[in-house]
């Protein structure tokens, strides 16, 4: 267990830019590497439950604010906020304060530090802007676009090694180094 809450790294990007796959990739990787690895998916909306199923009833005939759901391999909470949506440093605190660092897919608006991916293809610009003192969180850029020169670190899109020098950078900049070995 560490002290104190986790670092959190948000994944962002435009729509279509590869954030899951980034994420998935950047979790695998620390995680292969021995660190405690938790995510979050900021989302516009899904459903865990399905009607009929006894945790749906529990909540939608039986009227449970949250409902946990459990086994023994595993547990979901679901339920639905009572005023409004949870502010992530909330989230963290709250359910993932054990981990070693969290990656949150997506809060482009939050004033966690960020890694960009951005593929040219699907859109011709970063959301990264120099002159935008919003971007000064972000950290490093992921791009399939070569010839991008930014005042960040960036990542060439290219397979195995990209992920083994992103989760590099991950560790040095968090301070992780020797803690998942």
């Not at 909330?90 to 981990?99: I, Q, S, T």
């Not at 802007?129 to 972000?138: E, V, W």
């Not at 960040?152 to 083994?164: A, K, N, R, T, V």
Request: net charge negative.
């Amino acid at each position: 267990m560490i002290s104190g809450e986790p670092p959190v790294l948000c994944v962002i990007g435009r729509r279509n830019s590869g954030k899951t796959g980034l994420t998935v990739a950047l979790a695998a990787e620390l995680n292969r590497r021995g660190y405690r690895i938790m995510t979050v998916k900021h989302g516009h909306g899904f459903q865990v439950d399905q009607p009929g199923k006894d945790s749906w009833r529990h909540r939608h005939e039986g009227g449970a604010v949250r409902t946990v759901m459990a086994s023994p391999t595993g547990f979901a909470l679901v339920g639905a906020w009572p005023d409004g949506e949870m502010a992530l440093p909330e989230m963290v605190r709250r359910f993932l304060w054990d981990a070693d660092i969290v990656l949150a897919e997506g809060f482009k608006s939050l004033p966690e530090p960020k890694l960009e991916i951005h593929r040219k293809g699907t859109h011709p610009n970063p959301l990264f802007d120099p002159s935008d003192p919003d971007s000064a969180r972000t950290l490093a850029l992921v791009t399939d676009d070569p010839a991008l020169k930014l005042s960040i670190p960036s990542f060439l899109l290219d397979g195995p090694e990209m992920i083994q020098g992103l989760a590099d950078f991950v560790e040095e900049t968090f301070q992780m180094k020797g803690r998942g070995e």
